[in-house]
């Protein structure tokens, strides 16, 4: 019998803690070299505990587990396929993770829905997401960031933010790109 493909935590309480994703899911995990990245880079700007997180296209959840694994607080991991928000909600479980609510609900109505702020907000579309250039003006617009955090957008090189208005720097680690924004 094949595995799937395995997937770590890198950093915090849970590092070193190991996943394997069942074989065919249906989603484009974020490398672990592009996590480390993202979240050294966090962690030397931010201190993360007290914070909270929005993962748009959860995918597999690891970005929300590695966020909860370096002290953040809680979170809302939103996935619109129902098997991969299953294993998401399972993989939370497994890891011991409470604090983050896994919903199956397709982001752009979640978007319309949502009622509250948070301090960090993720997105990793599927790279060919008609209008995925977008998806910072509707981020932005919907007034769900607060103050202090960034909104964080995965995407593939053939993108450029640096036109935005609320482009604050992008990150590449590999062929892995993200554009930070905030609401200033």
Known sequence: MCKGVQMRIIGGKL?????????????????????????????????LSNTSLLDLFGGTGS?????????????????????????????????GISSVRVVHCNVFDFLELCNRTFDFVFADPPYDLEGLDTIPNKILERNILSGFGYFILEHPADYSFKDHPNFVKEKKYGNVHFSFFNKS
């Open 15 to 47: 590092k070193g803690k190991k996943v394997v994703l069942p074989q065919h899911y249906k989603a484009r995990p974020t490398t672990d070299f592009a996590r480390e990245g993202l979240f050294n880079s966090l962690e030397n700007e931010f201190d």
């Open 63 to 95: 970005i929300s587990a590695e966020f909860i694994s370096r002290g953040g607080a809680e979170g809302v991991c939103v996935e619109m396929n129902s098997t991969n928000s299953s294993f998401i909600s399972k993989m939370f479980r497994t890891l």
